[in-house]
């Protein structure tokens, strides 16, 4: 608990200038954290990840994290599609197996471009951008101290023995009054609309949270890294945030393209 602390005490200050800062500071920023984090996932995957996959990844990776600081995040199908196409050949090369081509797909989509999704949200939709980190921190938050001292019934035993079905009602709860705060305050065009976004997004970002748990315990692993002392790898603390962060930009997208 210890190391935790002082792990959370030193990097929190550095996280918050960096995305109010903004800019390239965030686009470096959401790079790396994409590399770690699929270099994590494909540590997890095992033998289902071979080296020029890792390799591949890294290279869309970056071409997708410039492509969306140049304000072209039109390529991102695009990228997808060359990632398939690339694998396919790798398949019928006998170089890899499907399942590792297809699970690499997943991968992009999962981490790079979520990653991405947090910096075009900061450049294209700012008022949003902070939705991302209040909707996923007040419900990881709050589901944890509403389970802790409420939770009775188990929300997914076999997946997440400690969550709770009073605490996911709890990060819910405290999650769409910390949104309706900041609507009310920086973001009042949003009007009710709020309450379903804010309801949903705590969803999105437990399933996300669970489903990373979920990941771990099928790879029969404890944490993705060890790169944040006490807290694991990049992705044990990004898990909802990658979930949240889509949700967030298609909101956003919706929001601004069709004036709810």
């Known amino acids: 608990m210890k190391t935790r602390i002082i792990s959370a005490i030193v990097l929190l200050p550095l996280l918050i200038f960096i995305l ?10 959401t790079f790396f954290c994409a590399l770690i984090g ?7 995957l095992k033998e289902y990840s071979s080296k020029q996959t890792k390799f591949l990844l890294f290279t869309m990776t970056f071409f997708q994290m410039l492509a969306v600081y140049k304000n072209e995040e039109k390529f991102t199908i695009a990228f ?3 990632l398939l196409f690339l694998q396919g050949a790798m398949v019928v090369l006998e170089k890899i ?6 699970l690499s797909i997943f991968t992009f989509c999962y981490i790079s471009i ?32 509403s389970g802790y001292f409420f939770g009775k019934h188990k929300l997914s035993p076999n997946l997440s023995p400690k969550k709770t079905i009073e605490g996911a009602i709890g990060g819910i709860v405290f999650c769409l009054l910390a949104c309706y705060l900041y609507a009310h305050f920086y973001h ?28 771990k315990r099928q790879m029969q692993i404890k944490d993705y890294g060890n790169l944040i002392p006490g807290h694991g790898g990049i992705l044990d603390r990004a898990d909802s945030i990658i979930f949240t962060a889509s949700y967030v930009y298609i909101t956003a997208m919706l929001f601004d393209n069709f004036n709810f």
Do not use: H, R
């Not at 999704?117 to 419900?139: A, Q």
């Not at 009710?192 to 804010?198: G, K, Q």
């Open 80 to 82: 997808i599609f060359i």
């Open 38 to 44: 699929i270099n994590e996932f494909c540590n997890a």
């Open 188 to 215: 009042q065009d949003m009007g009710y609309i709020i309450i379903p976004f804010a309801i949903i997004g705590s969803i999105v970002s437990q399933i996300g949270d669970i489903f990373a748990s979920a990941f």
């Open 20 to 29: 109010i800062k903004g800019g390239y500071y965030l686009a470096i920023f």
């Open 114 to 145: 979520s990653m991405s999704y947090i910096y075009l949200l900061s450049e294209e939709y700012p008022k949003f951008f902070w939705y991302v980190f209040i909707i996923s921190m007040f419900t990881d938050t709050f589901a944890y101290f």
């Open 97 to 102: 197996k499907p399942f590792e081509a297809a």
